[in-house]
């Protein structure tokens, strides 16, 4: 069992206060975004081993176990986060494995970089994701039913959205969002610019349900996707509910802190709300154009006391354990590779006590145990 020691990342979206509160250290005024626990490469954990980059590739059956070799691979294949949102992250979807393998494919043969801004599959992975509020915390996810989006946008009085809701009204539900979302992403930069500050001003004159969008328009004066996040659900997550973010599905997070789990994969396509690269034409035919609940998660309980975030995707397992003072210890040992990430209290760990933000990485088959007084994460890949 590997004590880690992780990368935050200084994204300019990030709250300055949240991951220095949950990990007891000053805040040091600049934005502190993502902290990354696991084996990517652009900010590998450490260990005393050295990165678990390294530690992995030295010998992968012993540490993630034959099976996980087999099915995906030499490497650890989730990633895990705290995400301390300040300020929205930029509205995007993610691709579906096919997709990825076909784009990065593309990309590959026509030569272009993996570091240009404009490239848009830097590997051959889908990126399904899991986010699991903290704190409080408001997200986008997935597109509202078009004919409360047209009452919505028709309430705010603005008349150059009126073709936008005509639209809405006017087609199945798969074509009006599709025929919106393509009308809004590639409208006249100036005009959208003056659709997007009346918007933003009827939204803060109206508050309420409007309140969200207001928020977003201040950060991001004249993006279309301003627009475009009006045509999504707003969610807001209580402390232990969570959110599964599919292949296709656009959303944003908003602010908040939580713990976030994905497959090992950097495969973003923008929307909006960010200064990055917006491929229109790839973006329009990866998003799933399809309208419903965004599905808040609440975990499961199990008899041993861990409770699971169940999703669809075999990359990825996210559970937890509420541990009460005076409580059993519990047998932690899988098959499989585990990282287990401290959010409160106090807990041992194996050989390790874990204070808040703390984690550790356990190799498939190791023995691992826990005990104490909070909040224990445990991250691995289905059995």
């Known amino acids: 069992m590997d004590r880690l020691d992780n990368t935050i990342r200084p994204y300019a979206w990030g709250s300055t206060t949240a991951i220095p509160r949950l990990l007891g250290t000053e805040p040091t005024g600049e934005p502190q975004a993502e902290m990354w626990m696991g084996a990517h490469p652009g900010a590998p954990s450490r260990t005393e081993r050295g990165t678990l980059v390294e530690v992995i590739d030295t010998d992968p059956e012993r540490e993630l176990g034959a099976d996980s070799v087999a099915r995906f691979g030499p490497r650890l ?27 990065y494919a593309d990309e590959e043969s026509r030569g272009v970089p993996v570091t240009a801004p404009h490239r848009n599959y830097k590997d051959a992975n889908h990126k399904p994701e899991l986010v699991c509020a903290l704190t409080e915390f408001d997200g986008l996810c997935g597109f509202r039913d078009p004919l409360r989006t047209a009452g919505l946008l028709d309430g705010l009085g603005v008349d150059s959205l009126k073709p936008y809701v005509d639209l809405l009204h006017a087609h199945p539900e798969e074509a009006a969002l599709r025929e919106v979302l393509t009308a809004i992403l590639t409208a006249d930069p100036e005009e959208m610019a003056r659709t997007v500050a009346e918007t933003a001003a009827a939204c803060d004159r109206l508050g309420g349900a409007y ?37 296709g599905v656009p ?30 034409p790839e973006l329009l035919r990866i998003v799933r154009f399809e309208a419903g609940d965004p599905g808040v998660l609440r975990p499961e309980a199990g008899p041993d006391g861990e409770e699971v975030y169940e999703t669809p995707v075999d990359e990825f397992r996210l559970s937890r354990y509420v541990l009460p003072e005076g409580g059993t210890t519990h047998d932690l ?51």
């Open 211 to 247: 309140a969200p969008y207001a928020d977003i328009a201040h950060h991001y004066p004249g993006d279309p996707g301003v627009i475009a996040a009006l045509l999504l659900n707003h969610v807001r997550l209580q402390p232990g509910e969570a959110l599964f973010l599919g292949a």
């Open 77 to 103: 294949p989730f990633l895990l986060k705290l995400l301390a949102a300040g300020a929205p992250l930029s509205l995007q979807v993610h691709p579906d494995l096919a997709q990825a393998q076909e784009g």
């Open 251 to 280: 959303h944003a997070y908003l602010n908040g802190l939580g713990v976030e789990i994905m497959a090992n994969s950097d495969n973003v396509l923008r929307c909006g709300l960010t200064p990055k690269h917006v491929d229109v």
């Open 333 to 383: 040992t899988l098959a499989t590779p585990q990282i287990l990430l401290c959010t409160a209290g106090s807990v041992r760990a194996g050989e390790h006590t874990l204070a808040p933000g703390r984690s550790v990485f356990v190799p498939a088959g190791e023995k691992a145990e826990a005990s104490g007084t909070g909040t224990l994460f445990r991250a691995t890949v289905v059995a």
